[in-house]
């Protein structure tokens, strides 16, 4: 029994070293005329091996790292942004006293 535990051991860390890919595709027809196809692609490898793949959407998911929601606003060219979208916005507004005040 310990010959197939190992042999399990060392698929699995191959599978998870170099990743698997499994595609397929799946259509709901009715009298030929196609309803719905799905199409699935799935992808098996430890998170290094994605990481190198460049694959790593899950470091900037919100749903799975709380602090990817705050980084859009981080770094310079963020606050930069955000502060002209601000300057424009405020310019928009109607200046106290003016023409364009509503009564």
């Known amino acids: 029994m310990g010959t197939s535990s190992d042999s399990l051991a060392d698929i699995l860390e191959r599978v998870l070293d170099k990743g698997v890919v499994i595609a397929g595709d799946i259509g709901v027809s009715v ?52 502060a002209a979208r601000v300057a424009e916005l405020e310019a928009r507004l109607p200046v106290p006293g003016g023409r364009d005040e509503p009564r």
């Open 31 to 82: 009298v030929d005329v196609e309803l719905l196809t799905l199409r699935i692609r799935l992808f098996i490898a430890s998170a290094q091996t994605a990481r190198e793949m460049g694959m790593d959407w899950w470091t900037n998911d919100p749903f799975f790292s709380p602090n990817a929601a705050r980084g859009e606003l981080d770094g310079d060219v963020g606050r930069r942004d955000l």
